[in-house]
């Protein structure tokens, strides 16, 4: 990056080819559309070109291009907000082989991971997904590693409650409500975990 910065504008070259993939698949588990991921990848990497000088030497690159990335994709998503929520169709029990059933699960963790917040969501597909470290991620959200790992904590939380609805047939009305709606069955209804 150090090169690109310098004007050595080629090298971009590189660091498309090596993180490229990564972040196409950071969008694909954010938006869950081919060729909107694809569009973002290159917008991320016109940003890169177009904004090199601030990158400071010394600072991770790949923390540095996934706040690119994300300010790409809230720029996507402040264009074209979706009027109707996602609404998906419960999943029927059925019997199947392993390899089938490991298909329908991850199917549905897909489907319950779309099911969360905006930043929830990116926030798990960052850090289980991608991969990055907690500080990098800290560092990406100007935030504490500490506020990170309740955050992720938090989330997963809310994925599996969300992944056992769908898993279990519970009608779609329900995935629409809250975030903090989101409640384990021995909690009363009247009160709500924080």
């Known amino acids: 990056m150090l090169q690109v910065r310098n004007g050595e504008v080629d090298m971009l070259g590189v660091l498309f080819d090596r993180y490229q993939t990564p972040l196409y698949n950071f969008f694909a588990r954010m938006t869950q559309d081919r060729a909107v991921s694809e569009d973002l990848v290159q917008e991320v990497f016109l940003r890169i070109l177009r904004y090199r000088q601030t990158y400071r030497p010394g600072t991770t690159f790949r923390t540095w291009m996934y706040q690119i ?34 298909k329908q699960e991850a199917a549905t963790l897909q489907r319950a991971l779309m099911h969360l917040p905006e930043d929830k969501r990116e926030l798990l597909v960052l850090s289980r997904f991608q991969e990055l470290k907690y500080d990098e991620i800290a560092r990406l959200l ?15 939380q809310q994925l599996r409650e969300i992944f056992l609805q769908l898993e279990t047939g519970t009608p779609s009305t329900d995935l629409n409500r809250a975030p903090g709606d989101f409640l384990p069955p021995t909690v009363p209804p009247n009160r709500r975990l924080q």
């Open 69 to 102: 990335a994300r300010n790409t994709r809230l720029d996507q998503v402040r264009k074209t907000r979706p009027e109707q929520p996602l609404v998906s169709e419960p999943v029927a029990p059925t019997s199947l082989s392993d390899s089938a059933q490991q």
């Open 142 to 156: 100007g935030c504490e590693v500490g506020a990170v790992k309740v955050r992720v904590h938090r989330a997963l």
